[in-house]
């Protein structure tokens, strides 16, 4: 069990996206293998799992939490090469097909699900008088995304890195985030599931942190396995 006392200053909870609130529906690996194979592919779809998750992991990666300024265009062309990356054995021009395929589908709200503990924890956390927000390393497609998913409405703002210009876990993306709010890092809570971009990059940003483990047993005080379960730490 998590354990949290929220100090009087604690003001706002900042929430992950992908993995934390929402989920791709279907999966992204069932995407990615059919519309491969619409295009040429002849990849398994495990073997397009493990290319997926290592294209995306070199193109996360870094220098420490340091990572290299980003926009909404550099965002298209990083998924433009995890594409490629994926799916070396699609000709060049059916591959600029497929990754637009693959970019709109992604953009649909209708592909993207929020989890079951979503709706009643954020209404409650704002009836309880905290601000919320979200805070991804996604592209702008993410506000449509949000808009039509009406349970995420207590959200006040959603910032996604393409507009910050420097993504999770590098210290600016959070610190851009405290100008916009107008609060101190120890007045933000993320709540995330990932380990370096969410766990590490709040810590040494000076935010409070909660690690979200939806799957598998729970190691520290600062792991949850459910977000229902902020309702009875804040």
Same mark, same amino acid.
């Given at each position: 069990m998590a354990s949290l006392?929220?100090?009087a200053n604690f003001l706002a909870v900042v929430f992950d996206a992908v993995g934390t609130l929402l989920f791709a529906d279907p999966p992204v690996t069932d995407v990615y293998h059919l519309a491969g194979w619409q295009f040429g592919s002849r990849l398994e779809r495990d073997e397009i799992g493990r290319r997926l998750r290592a294209a995306f992991a070199a193109c996360e990666a870094g220098?420490?939490? !340091?990572?290299? *300024?980003?926009?909404?265009?550099a965002e298209r062309e990083r998924w433009q090469r995890i594409v490629a990356t994926v799916f070396d054995d699609v000709a060049a021009p059916a591959q600029s097909r497929l990754f637009r395929e693959l970019w709109n589908h992604f953009a649909q709200?209708? !592909? =993207?699900?929020? &989890?079951?503990? %979503?709706?009643?924890?954020? *209404?409650?956390l704002a009836r309880r008088g905290y601000r919320l927000a979200i805070a991804s390393n996604f592209d702008r497609r993410l506000h449509a995304i949000r808009a039509a998913h009406?349970?995420? *409405?207590?959200?006040?703002?959603? &910032? %996604?890195?393409?507009?910050?210009? &420097?993504? /999770?876990?590098?210290?600016?993306? &959070?610190? *851009? @985030?405290?100008?916009?709010?107008?609060l101190a890092s120890n007045e933000l809570l993320l709540v995330g599931d990932d380990e370096? !971009?969410?766990?590490?990059?709040?810590?040494?940003?000076? =935010?409070?942190?909660?690690?979200?483990?939806?799957?598998?047993?729970?190691?520290? /005080?600062?792991? @949850?396995?459910?977000l229902a379960e902020l309702l009875r730490l804040l």
């Open positions: 006392a929220a100090p220098e420490g939490l !340091n990572r290299p *300024a980003t926009s909404e265009p709200p209708e !592909n =993207w699900r929020l &989890f079951d503990d %979503v709706p009643l924890t954020l *209404a409650e009406a349970p995420l *409405a207590p959200c006040e703002r959603c &910032f %996604v890195s393409s507009e910050l210009g &420097f993504s /999770k876990p590098d210290s600016r993306f &959070f610190s *851009a @985030i405290e100008q916009q709010l107008g370096t !971009n969410d766990v590490r990059g709040a810590r040494a940003a000076g =935010w409070r942190m909660l690690h979200l483990r939806r799957k598998g047993e729970l190691s520290s /005080k600062r792991e @949850i396995a459910s």
